[in-house]
T-cell receptor, first 112, second 114 residues
Framework: QKEVEQNSGPLSVPEGAIASLNCTYSDRGSQSFFWYRQYSGKSPELIMSIYSNGDKEDGRFTAQLNKASQYVSLLIRDSQPSDSATYLCAVKPRGGSYIPTFGRGTSLIVHP | DAGVIQSPRHEVTEMGQEVTLRCKPISGHDYLFWYRQTMMRGLELLIYFNNNVPIDDSGMPEDRFSAKMPNASFSTLKIQPSEPRDSAVYFC????????????FGQGTRLTVV
C-alpha cells in the first residue's frame, strides 16, 4: 500500500511570512512529486513538480525533495491571503502506471 | 479548450436511486481518471481509462459503482443503488501522458445521498 502523508492542519501564518508544507511518502521507488493547490469548492490545480533531490524554485514557491528521507516540502514565501487553500501532495511511482497517489492535503490559512 | 467538463455540478438524491455522473475530457487527452474526494479519505482514484479502455478499476469501492467510456469525448460514472456513504465530491481528470504531464481536473460533482 503506497501512502502519502500530510498534516491536515490548518496551518495558520501571517501575511508576508513563509509557509512550510510537508509531505512524506512510503514508496521508496517513487520518482515524481507534485504539489496541487485546491481552493475551497474548487478542483485541484498543479502548482509545482519536482523530480530530483534538492530545491526547485518558481516565483514565491519552492519545492524541496529529499529521497533518502522520503519527504517533499513546499515553501511559500511572502504568503498572501490569496494563498489560503488546501495543498495536496501527489507522488508517482517509478514505472508501472505512473498514476499518482495523493495525500489528504494540508489546509493553509494566511491571515492579514 | 474549455477544459474538463463535468455534469451535474451538484446532485442530491435519495438512497437507493441511480446516479449518473458525466465527464467530457480535454480533446486529445488519451487518459481519463475518476476520483472521489472526502474529508476522511482524501482524493482517491476510482478508475482510469486509456484510449477508452478501462485499465485499472481497483479503486472502485463496490459493484454498485460502474464506469464507461463509449468514446474519446465522454465518460460516465454510475452508482446504483446509491447510499448515504457515497456522498462526496467526484472529480474527473484527463491527461495526455501521465508519465510526463499533469492531469487536469474538472470542477467536480458534489453528490449528496439522503
Amino acid at each position: 500500500q503506497k501512502e502519502v502523508e500530510q498534516n491536515s492542519g490548518p496551518l495558520s501564518v501571517p501575511e508576508g511570512a513563509i509557509a512550510s508544507l510537508n509531505c512524506t511518502y512510503s514508496d521508496r521507488g517513487s520518482q515524481s512529486f507534485f504539489w496541487y493547490r485546491q481552493y475551497s469548492g474548487k478542483s485541484p490545480e498543479l502548482i509545482m513538480s519536482i523530480y530530483s533531490n534538492g530545491d526547485k524554485e518558481d516565483g514565491r514557491f519552492t519545492a524541496q525533495l529529499n529521497k533518502a528521507s522520503q519527504y517533499v516540502s513546499l515553501l511559500i514565501r511572502d504568503s498572501q491571503p490569496s494563498d489560503s487553500a488546501t495543498y495536496l501532495c501527489a507522488v508517482k511511482p517509478r514505472g508501472g502506471s505512473y498514476i499518482p497517489t495523493f495525500g489528504r492535503g494540508t489546509s493553509l490559512i494566511v491571515h492579514p | 479548450d474549455a477544459g474538463v467538463i463535468q455534469s451535474p455540478r451538484h446532485e442530491v438524491t435519495e438512497m437507493g436511486q441511480e446516479v449518473t455522473l458525466r465527464c467530457k475530457p480535454i480533446s486529445g487527452h488519451d487518459y481519463l481518471f475518476w476520483y472521489r474526494q472526502t474529508m476522511m479519505r482524501g482524493l482517491e482514484l476510482l478508475i482510469y481509462f486509456n484510449n477508452n479502455v478501462p485499465i485499472d478499476d481497483s479503486g472502485m469501492p463496490e459493484d454498485r459503482f460502474s464506469a464507461k467510456m463509449p468514446n474519446a469525448s465522454f465518460s460516465t460514472l454510475k452508482i446504483q443503488p446509491s447510499e448515504p456513504r457515497d456522498s462526496a465530491v467526484y472529480f474527473c481528470a484527463s491527461s495526455f501522458d501521465p508519465l510526463n504531464t499533469e492531469a487536469f481536473f474538472g470542477q467536480g460533482t458534489r453528490l449528496t445521498v439522503v
